[in-house]
């Protein structure tokens, strides 16, 4: 069965460092996303992606993160400069035209220290 | 903002009957999602309802009511692997079908 994967599974980075998160989604899925979660709390919606450009961004998206989707398979979230508040799971997430189903990684589980 | 409100915890016995109840906001509202997630892990599908009723899964059924903006997720014959969060999820639709998160009910079941 087709999943959405993630690298890495886990990512311990020092404060102010540059990371960036790979998915690789379902291929034939056209919306990508991103959500987050701080431990202890809920998931919250970052950002979505269609047509090769932001359709929506939260207000956590701030411009700390960027996303790419730089070779038609992978997508990926840049956080520039990161910060301690940053240590979350970040999750990717797809979906196919025409359904409402998204399918979720496993997620990367990011340590800012 | 699109609120989505459910428990925070429930307890319950293996072998019984428990209801997760949810609330959100009607306005622009597309379609309910349940989802499961075990500790340090990935949210899994459960549901999805977009009409009013509901709708059954093996021992998982969901229900909707739009106009009344509500949901539950029934989970029946508790095992000890249902232990878990569950997550309710509510699509707003527009252009980017983004779901919006409840806090999620931590379901303990107890032998």
């Known amino acids: 069965e087709p999943e959405v994967t993630q690298t890495p599974s886990h990512q311990v980075t020092q404060m102010g460092q540059e990371v960036i998160l790979r998915c690789v989604p379902i291929?034939?899925?056209?919306?990508f996303y991103w959500y987050r979660q701080i431990l202890g709390q809920k998931v919250e919606f970052l950002v979505s992606?269609?047509?090769?450009?932001?359709?929506?961004k939260s207000e956590i998206f701030d411009d700390q993160f960027s996303v790419e989707r730089p070779d038609g398979s992978n997508f990926t979230l840049k956080i520039r400069s990161t910060k301690l508040e940053d240590s979350a799971m970040y999750f990717c997430?797809?979906?196919?035209?025409?359904?409402?189903?998204?399918?979720f990684g496993q997620g990367t589980r990011l340590t800012v220290v | 903002g699109q609120n989505i409100d459910q428990p925070t915890e429930m307890t319950a016995t293996e072998g019984a009957i428990v209801q997760i109840n949810c609330t959100y906001q009607t306005s622009g509202f597309n379609g309910l999602f349940w989802y499961q997630q075990h500790a340090g892990e990935a949210p899994t599908f459960l549901s999805y309802n977009v009409l009013d009723g509901l709708e059954e899964k093996g021992r998982f059924s969901s229900f909707l009511s739009r106009s009344k903006g509500y949901s539950y997720l029934l989970l029946k014959e508790l095992q000890m692997k249902d232990s878990a969060s569950y997550l309710c999820?509510?699509?707003?639709?527009?252009?980017?079908?983004?779901?919006?998160f409840g806090t999620g009910t931590l379901l303990a079941v107890q032998p």
């Open positions: 997430a797809s979906m196919r035209p025409g359904n409402t189903e998204a399918f």
């Open positions: 999820a509510a699509n707003y639709g527009g252009a980017t079908n983004k779901l919006i």
């Open positions: 992606f269609y047509n090769n450009e932001i359709s929506e």
């Open positions: 291929s034939n899925h056209l919306y």
